[in-house]
């Protein structure tokens, strides 16, 4: 019933771009804050970025600002991010998150993976 499907990954050069987009299904979409997280091998999941649910408060990770941008289309359950200035550092699975905060409800994609190489 309720779908979070990422992705938008692949393989790009250092200083290259990626939008990577995340379909809702079977939610209120409009009505969750949005977030995106990433996992590289052996380390914990990190916090990117999140947008709340009407997409008028933006929240980064400090090594993603003016690189990455956040945004959502509630009128097609989407919410994308925008990677710029791509570096290997990058290299993560990314995955996509919806929060209810009121009843801490929270939903989880199974990830796109982003490849930053040379």
């Known amino acids: 019933q309720v779908q979070l499907v990422e992705s938008g990954g692949g393989l790009v050069q250092p200083g290259g771009s990626l939008r990577l987009s995340c379909a809702a299904s079977?939610?209120?979409?409009?009505?969750?804050?949005m977030s995106w997280y990433c996992q590289a091998p052996g380390k914990g999941r990190e916090f990117v970025a999140a947008?709340?649910?009407?997409?008028?408060?933006?929240n980064y990770a400090d090594f993603v600002k003016g690189r990455f941008t956040i945004s959502r289309d509630n009128t097609k359950n989407l919410v994308y991010l925008q990677m710029n200035s791509l570096q290997p550092e990058d290299t993560a699975v990314y995955y996509c998150?919806?929060?209810?905060?009121?009843?801490?409800?929270?939903?989880w994609g199974q990830g796109t993976q982003v490849t930053v190489s040379s």
């Open positions: 947008i709340t649910s009407a997409g008028r408060g933006i």
């Open positions: 998150n919806a929060e209810l905060m009121s009843l801490s409800r929270r939903y």
């Open positions: 079977g939610f209120n979409f409009s009505s969750y804050a």
